[in-house]
């Protein structure tokens, strides 16, 4: 899980301001939505402050990348970043104005809040179906297809 993080263009972006998949994953889908994360719990206090960007829904992982584009004192372009990972989130929930995605991972729980508008409400449909595969790969229930090896044949 990453939050608030410096994502080098190269190494985490392209320069057309698209993420840098890993060979094992694939888009789903992306929207550009505002996004707000605060630590979970009674209070509920923010992490960060309601930013702008396109978010990208992969089959391993949540993407933020913000809209403004930073350099760094070293002369570095790049832009901030957050991620998680699909098996670190535990709830999708749509209310009035929002969709709040719960995450629970090495930094504790986190609730991501984003405010869709028209088809963007959509981006995260997947992740809320999915809820029930995540909880039986949590358990050890669902065979790992890729990592039996070919049969011999």
């Known amino acids: 899980m990453k939050i608030d993080e410096f994502g080098k263009v190269d190494e985490y972006l392209t320069a057309a301001n698209e993420p840098i998949l890993r060979p ?9 939505l505002e996004y ?38 070293t002369g570095v372009r790049g832009k901030r970043v957050h991620e998680y990972g699909f098996m670190e989130v535990v ?24 405010k869709p508008f028209g088809a963007a409400a959509r981006l995260f449909n997947w992740l809320r179906e999915q809820r029930e595969e995540r ?10 297809v890729y990592e039996k090896g070919k049969s011999a044949g």
């Open 24 to 32: 094992d994953e694939r888009v789903i889908g992306f929207r550009q």
């Open 135 to 144: 909880r039986r790969f949590a358990k050890g229930e669902v065979e790992r």
């Open 36 to 73: 707000r994360v605060y630590r979970g719990g009674l209070v509920k206090s923010p992490l960060t402050d309601e930013r702008g960007g396109w978010v990208w829904q992969t089959t391993k992982r949540v993407l933020h990348l913000d809209d403004k584009w930073e350099t760094l004192p």
């Open 91 to 114: 709830d999708v929930v749509w209310q009035r104005r929002a969709v709040i995605v719960t995450t629970a991972g090495p930094k504790g729980k986190l609730v991501w809040e984003y």
